[in-house]
């Protein structure tokens, strides 16, 4: 099967750009990640693509899926045949947003460590 060209327009530290990531591991996709935290360019990148401004926003063979998790994301993938279905499991929550103690160390400055 031919891999995908993935783009996904990601947060730095994100529950569901987490989700994102752990579903392209799971299936071993190459993806080219664009971090629109630290590169201002590709968040207005992705709006200008996407229509909106909210992320994940996950490019697939020029399809875009926008404000996604990474269970939607796993979803598309497999009803169109990109990859076929396992029970791999992954990492962290693919359906989940950061916790509230997650969003109060980030608007602390506290730097975080996800699990990928």
């Known amino acids: 099967m ?3 060209q993935i783009t996904a327009y990601l947060k730095t530290y994100c529950g569901w ?19 629109i935290i630290q590169n201002p360019a590709f968040r207005w ?7 909106q401004p909210l992320s994940p926003c996950v490019e697939v063979n020029g ?13 598309y993938l497999v009803q169109n045949g990109v990859v076929q279905s ?14 509230d103690a997650e969003h109060a160390a980030m608007q602390a400055g506290v730097p975080l460590k996800f699990q990928s």
């Open 45 to 51: 990148e992705m709006e200008q693509k996407s229509g």
């Open 17 to 35: 750009s987490n989700g994102v990531r752990a579903v392209l591991k799971k299936y071993d996709l190459p993806y080219t990640e664009k971090d």
């Open 86 to 99: 396992n029970d791999a499991p992954t990492s962290v929550p693919t359906n989940s947003s950061c916790t």
């Open 2 to 4: 031919e891999k995908p």
């Open 63 to 75: 399809v875009m899926l926008a404000d996604v998790s990474g269970e939607e994301v796993e979803s």
